[in-house]
Nanobody
Framework: QVQLVESGGGLVQTGASLRLSCAAS????????MGWFRQAPGKEREIVAG????????YYVDSVKGRFTISRDNTKNTVYLQMNSLKPEDTAVYYC???????????????????WGQGTQVTVSS
């Protein structure tokens, strides 16, 4: 089992930065691919970024490329999402997700992930 707890959300103005953190319990973190998803009101949940268990490769949805950076610290069982140049359309609940990855695969679909955090709200005002 992997339990995930997100933190770092908040209310910011356009152009500001936030760093989300996701702390994982248990000893399987280093064997997990990790993802950040978001869900805005009235919209489906979408992947924002993903990172392989090794950290050797990352994925970003086009809308955040060049602004967001996903990283992980396997010694701290934590994955981060650095969000710069925030826009009102980034407003959403952000979720951390994990899945055991035996072959260092990087999933990008919601259904591929097994464990989810409770979410943290990010609101960007214009």
């Amino acid at each position: 089992q992997v339990q995930l707890v997100e933190s770092g959300g908040g209310l910011v103005q356009t152009g500001a930065s936030l760093r989300l953190s996701c702390a994982a319990s248990g000893r399987m973190f280093s064997s997990c691919a990790m993802g950040w998803f978001r869900q805005a009101p009235g919209k489906e949940r979408e992947i924002v970024a993903g990172i392989r268990r090794s950290g050797s490769n990352t994925y970003y949805v086009d809308s955040v490329k060049g602004r967001f950076t996903i990283s992980r610290d396997n010694t701290k069982n934590t994955v981060y999402l650095q969000m710069n140049s925030l826009k009102p359309e980034d407003t959403a609940v952000y979720y951390c997700a994990a899945v055991l990855s035996s072959n260092d695969h990087l999933p990008v679909r919601q259904w591929e992930y097994s464990y989810w955090g409770q979410g943290t709200q990010v609101t960007v005002s214009s």
